[in-house]
């Protein structure tokens, strides 16, 4: 069996198109996967993921990256905290937030903790969602290392995180100001008229044409005028043909 036919087959077993991420960095981290298990072929492979339910969920765990950090980098959140939260609140105080691809929570958490900080008066609903069950089981329990909250400032970290022996745990008051859903970015409906999605370090891994899809799908779930928050390394080239306009470095707004 050819890694093509591997990748489809796989792909309709877990009901997700793996056809649409890149293909070299899934073949490498597949195959890395396959031979620590000891199978030397997909065949092979393919019988024992779909015999064996341990097997199967440490092939899901391994193919979705969800390393994440709080204030993942810290210049795009002063950038949002200063110049983006501001506009977003004078045209609507009770905001609609989805942190789409969101892993353990690191970045609805951040987003919370920055709207805490910037006014009492914001009232907003966030949605944070993640196509893998385990990691929102994590970001739910809101329990976090040392390094995850490196970003996180002194006073921050004692306003909204209780330390627990060496395990930083989310307060109550700010794990309530989200709900975490399961969400497949490419096959599930998306909900409308957010003022800001967050996705972040999700669309590097899909293939150009997936890329252009889900920037126009998201572009169709914010509200006009409503602001799209990327990862460093996914700018948004000729954003203007999806009715994007770029207002600061990996922030885009809808303009049509
Ligand atoms: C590297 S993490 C990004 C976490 C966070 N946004 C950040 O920037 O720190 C990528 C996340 O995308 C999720 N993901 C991958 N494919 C997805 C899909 N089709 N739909 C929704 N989430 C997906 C993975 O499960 C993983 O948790």
Redesign the pocket.
């Known amino acids: 069996m050819e890694y093509e036919m591997f990748i489809k087959a796989i792909g309709e077993y877990i009901e997700?198109d793996l056809t649409k991420y890149k293909r070299p960095q899934m073949e490498r981290r597949i195959n890395s996967l396959m031979c620590s298990q000891g199978f030397s072929n997909y065949q092979e492979y393919l019988n024992n993921i779909k015999k064996d339910d341990s097997c199967l969920s440490k092939f899901l765990d391994h193919l979705?990256?969800?390393?994440?950090?709080f204030y993942?980098n810290p210049s795009q959140w002063e950038i949002l905290k200063q110049l983006i939260l501001p506009q977003i609140v004078e045209v609507n105080p009770s905001p609609r937030f989805w942190?789409?691809?969101?892993?353990t929570g690191?970045?609805p958490y951040s987003l919370a903790m920055l709207i805490r900080e910037s006014s009492a008066a914001i009232k907003p609903l966030i949605l944070a969602?993640?196509?893998?069950e385990q990691?929102l089981i994590k970001a739910v329990n809101g329990v976090y290392t040392e390094r995850s909250v490196a970003n996180v400032s002194p006073a921050i970290l004692t306003e909204y995180f209780e330390k627990k022996e060496d395990k930083y745990h989310i307060k109550e008051e700010i794990k309530k100001m989200i709900k975490f859903r399961t969400?497949?970015?490419?096959k599930d409906t998306y909900h409308c008229n957010f003022d800001l999605i967050?996705?972040?370090?999700?669309l590097i891994?899909f293939t150009g044409d997936t890329r252009k899809m889900l920037y126009k799908r998201f572009h169709d779930a914010l509200r006009p005028g409503g602001i799209l928050f990327t990862?460093s390394t996914e700018q948004i080239f000729k954003a203007s043909q999806i009715g994007m306009e770029a207002i600061a470095s990996f922030f885009y707004k809808r303009v049509s």
């Open positions: 997700i979705t990256i969800n390393v994440s950090e993942r942190s789409a691809g969101c892993a690191e970045e969602t993640d196509i893998d990691v969400h497949d970015l490419l967050l996705c972040r370090n999700v891994y990862g």
